[in-house]
């Protein structure tokens, strides 16, 4: 692991830290014994005083993050729904919609893809998991296996001709060296093409104190100023910008490569950073503060029931980072639920907290479910409602300040 000493974007050297969140292990290296050995890695952050870019301040190797993933996009029902959505408000801005193919980065499993091929499109799924694109591939989704760069571009464009959309769904927040990236992108894509991208919305995290989404393998933490000021750089215009619903509240940003007229929501959106002082290093040290009073807060809510019965559910990556800052592990929550096959039997890194199925962990008889990956909340609800009859309360981390509902 490297520390950084200059900015991501803009490549300053004026960056100043504002928040230390400990040394925590990777969030998605599960562990398959409770007593086994792991490494743990500086996790804090920086702001830009030249470009506004709130950033890690410690580079991970992405082969040891990224080579064998075990987040599944379609273990999620609220993804799968999004995707389809997801497809026709990409479909619509389309130009000569019946040419060309769908490039997808960091594409998983192809669930984002598999809508667009329903509606007769030619697509291409790009990742970097050998474990994820062999899903792929077997649900009919063409995929390569390897990290995205300018280089892996131009054999991409060799092979395969211009996209005319690409699409980077939550990944150029992990992209180590992001103005490669970019070039790549730009050597892919078709002059009159759409670039989509998607990342957490670091207004979302400083307003509602999202300091879960912050680990490893999230490196950049974007507003709209800091992204602008990223993509302009190669050319991309910002045309567009809708809302999604993954991760607590996605940035969806639609990009030409040519300048556009800029939508009025475009304009709404770097108004509200302006009024809040979204890009000011005195905003983020006061985000950093909050954290700290945060963390009070639920460890009280849970030593003043330390002899109820408290489970959690989902053992997502940003539950990781919640888990290990606040010190909680197994003598605070018994297991954990999860739906995703490929992470029950093992516990979670640094914690050391079982992750079972959702029928195991609910034959406990929890008093309280604590809903890590509280950004399904809803979701979450419902199953354990419908499918589980439960009846107990729930305790809800985030967003903002914890608290404990009780909802039948």
């Given at each position: 692991?490297?520390?950084?000493?200059?900015?991501?974007?803009?490549?300053?050297?004026?960056?100043?830290?504002?928040?230390?969140?400990?040394?925590?292990?990777?969030?998605?290296?599960?562990?398959?014994?409770?007593?086994?050995?792991?490494?743990?890695?500086?996790?804090?952050?920086?702001?830009?005083?030249?470009?506004?870019?709130?950033?890690?301040?410690?580079?991970?190797?992405?082969?040891?993050?990224?080579?064998?993933?075990?987040?599944?996009?379609?273990?999620?029902?609220?993804?799968?729904?999004?995707?389809?959505?997801?497809?026709?408000?990409?479909?619509?801005?389309?130009?000569?919609?019946?040419?060309g193919?769908?490039?997808?980065?960091?594409?998983?499993?192809g669930?984002f893809?598999l809508?667009?091929?329903?509606?007769?499109?030619?697509v291409?799924?790009?990742?970097?998991?050998?474990?994820?694109?062999?899903?792929?591939?077997?649900?009919?989704?063409?995929?390569?296996?390897?990290?995205?760069?300018?280089s892996?571009?131009?054999?991409?464009?060799?092979?395969?001709?211009?996209?005319?959309?690409?699409?980077?769904?939550?990944?150029?927040?992990?992209?180590?060296?992001?103005?490669?990236?970019?070039?790549?992108?730009?050597?892919?894509?078709?002059?009159?093409?759409?670039?989509?991208?998607?990342?957490?919305?670091?207004?979302?995290?400083?307003?509602?104190?999202?300091?879960?989404?912050?680990?490893?393998?999230?490196?950049?933490?974007?507003?709209?100023?800091?992204?602008?000021?990223?993509?302009?750089?190669?050319?991309?215009?910002?045309?567009?910008?809708?809302?999604?619903?993954?991760?607590?509240?996605?940035?969806?940003v639609?990009?030409?490569?040519?300048?556009?007229?800029?939508?009025p929501?475009?304009?709404?959106?770097?108004?509200?950073?302006?009024?809040?002082?979204?890009?000011?290093?005195?905003?983020?040290?006061?985000?950093?503060?909050?954290?700290?009073?945060?963390k009070?807060?639920?460890?009280?809510?849970?030593?003043?029931?330390?002899?109820?019965?408290?489970?959690?559910?989902?053992?997502?990556?940003?539950?990781?980072?919640?888990?290990?800052?606040?010190?909680?592990?197994?003598?605070?929550?018994?297991?954990?639920?999860?739906?995703?096959?490929?992470?029950?039997?093992?516990?979670?890194?640094?914690?050391?907290?079982?992750?079972?199925?959702?029928?195991?962990?609910?034959?406990?008889?929890?008093?309280?479910?604590?809903?890590?990956?509280w950004?399904?909340?809803?979701?979450i609800?419902?199953?354990?409602?419908?499918?589980?009859?439960?009846?107990?309360?729930?305790?809800?981390?985030?967003?903002n300040?914890?608290?404990v509902?009780?909802?039948?």
């Amino acid at each position: 692991m490297t520390r950084i000493t200059f900015c991501r974007v803009c490549r300053s050297k004026n960056i100043k830290e504002f928040l230390d969140l400990g040394d925590q292990p990777y969030a998605n290296s599960l562990l398959k014994h409770p007593d086994e050995k792991e490494k743990f890695y500086p996790l804090s952050l920086s702001y830009c005083l030249n470009c506004s870019l709130v950033q890690l301040n410690h580079t991970a190797d992405p082969k040891e993050l990224f080579s064998n993933y075990i987040w599944v996009t379609a273990t999620s029902s609220t993804a799968r729904n999004y995707a389809k959505e997801f497809c026709s408000n990409v479909i619509a801005r389309i130009k000569n919609s019946k040419t060309g193919y769908i490039l997808e980065l960091a594409s998983n499993d192809g669930t984002f893809l598999l809508p667009f091929i329903e509606k007769g499109h030619k697509v291409l799924g790009v990742d970097p998991a050998q474990n994820i694109v062999n899903m792929a591939i077997e649900n009919g989704i063409p995929t390569k296996c390897e990290f995205f760069s300018s280089s892996s571009a131009k054999k991409i464009k060799k092979e395969f001709g211009v996209a005319k959309v690409i699409i980077a769904r939550n990944v150029l927040p992990h992209v180590a060296n992001t103005h490669d990236f970019i070039k790549g992108i730009s050597i892919c894509l078709d002059d009159d093409g759409l670039l989509v991208l998607e990342a957490h919305y670091a207004k979302k995290i400083f307003q509602q104190l999202h300091y879960d989404s912050i680990y490893h393998e999230h490196l950049c933490y974007f507003t709209i100023k800091s992204m602008e000021k990223l993509l302009n750089l190669y050319n991309f215009f910002i045309e567009d910008i809708e809302t999604s619903p993954i991760s607590g509240g996605s940035l969806v940003v639609y990009l030409r490569k040519n300048k556009v007229k800029e939508s009025p929501a475009v304009k709404d959106y770097k108004s509200a950073e302006r009024e809040i002082k979204l890009n000011t290093y005195k905003s983020w040290l006061n985000f950093a503060g909050r954290v700290k009073k945060h963390k009070e807060k639920l460890l009280s809510i849970l030593n003043k029931n330390k002899n109820k019965t408290i489970v959690g559910y989902g053992a997502s990556a940003r539950s990781s980072t919640l888990l290990n800052y606040c010190g909680i592990g197994a003598k605070q929550i018994l297991v954990i639920a999860d739906q995703n096959p490929l992470k029950q039997g093992f516990y979670t890194a640094g914690t050391h907290i079982l992750i079972q199925s959702q029928d195991k962990v609910m034959k406990k008889n929890p008093n309280f479910v604590m809903i890590l990956a509280w950004n399904f909340k809803d979701e979450i609800m419902k199953i354990l409602k419908e499918k589980c009859n439960y009846k107990g309360k729930y305790i809800m981390p985030l967003p903002n300040k914890p608290k404990v509902l009780w909802k039948n």
